[in-house]
């Protein structure tokens, strides 16, 4: 698709130099500060997902399978999402705390890096960066699965089923979506074994959207969080986990 010149949406803030406070990081999720002080980084991409397939209508299967394709990595015999994962340019990387995450695209970007992917579901910053407001906000737990989640409505009415909608939200290219696509049943299929559905399955695909999804509406308490508006494009980088690299992950830069 024809790539077009965004505009820059990068604040960078006094927030990279020192550590994330627990206060800003509930409110990076939109969760109670009690609820997130018990919740384990490996959980807050399942708890973001829940909430946006409640909200959208997408199948948490679809959701949280996709988070786990996208930035999966494997612990205790485990796979699980993690939401402070970043893919610079093909190179993938998780880190600890969102403020490691936040500095290290800080510092890429301040080189010129533009093709990256963050978060939960690893939302593209050159094909999708003008859907947010800041780099900071993309990182937002939160924002990044109600992102996913309607990217992925879309996609699902062009495409008619969320096989289909999974590789594309990857990549148009057949092989690069259909090797995205295996990955993708595995993990579901794991996701639905272990627990039930909670979200009702979007009604059948008619039309094809042709304009991006309006975005649910939330409070939003910094002012650097504030939607924006924009086309969108491309699909995610995927984030494919191989054992024994550690903190590192093995993108493709289709």
Excluded at 6 to 26: D, E, G, M, W
């Amino acid at each position: 698709m024809h790539l077009k010149t965004l505009r820059p949406i990068f604040h960078p803030i006094s927030f990279f130099a020192k550590p994330v406070s627990l206060v800003l990081l509930s409110l990076f999720l939109g969760l109670p500060l009690q609820g997130l002080a018990s919740a384990p980084g490996d959980q807050i991409c399942d708890q973001v997902a829940h909430q946006a397939a409640v909200e959208s209508g997408v199948p948490v299967s679809v959701l949280q399978a996709i988070t786990r394709t996208e930035t999966g990595r494997r612990r205790d015999g485990e796979t699980r999402p993690w939401p402070w994962t970043v893919n610079m340019e093909g190179a993938g990387r998780w880190f600890d705390a969102p403020s490691e995450a936040l500095q290290y695209v800080n510092e890429n970007f301040q080189r010129g890096a533009r093709s990256f992917d963050v978060g939960c579901f690893q939302i593209n910053y050159r094909w999708h960066g003008q859907h947010f407001s800041s780099i900071e906000e993309m990182f937002d737990p939160l924002a990044n699965a109600r992102y996913a989640a309607r990217y992925l409505s879309e996609l699902y009415s062009e495409k008619g089923n969320w096989d289909e909608a999974a590789g594309a939200y990857h990549s148009r290219t057949p092989r690069y979506a259909n090797r995205y696509k295996a990955r993708f049943r595995q993990f579901r299929a794991a996701v639905i074994r272990n627990a039930p559905e909670i979200s009702p399955q979007l009604p059948s695909p008619t039309v094809v959207a042709s304009q991006p999804p309006q975005q649910v509406p939330r409070q939003n308490l910094y002012p650097l969080l504030q939607p924006a508006s924009g086309a969108r494009t491309h699909g995610s980088l995927v984030a494919l986990h191989t054992p024994g690299n550690g903190n590192r992950l093995i993108g493709s830069s289709e």
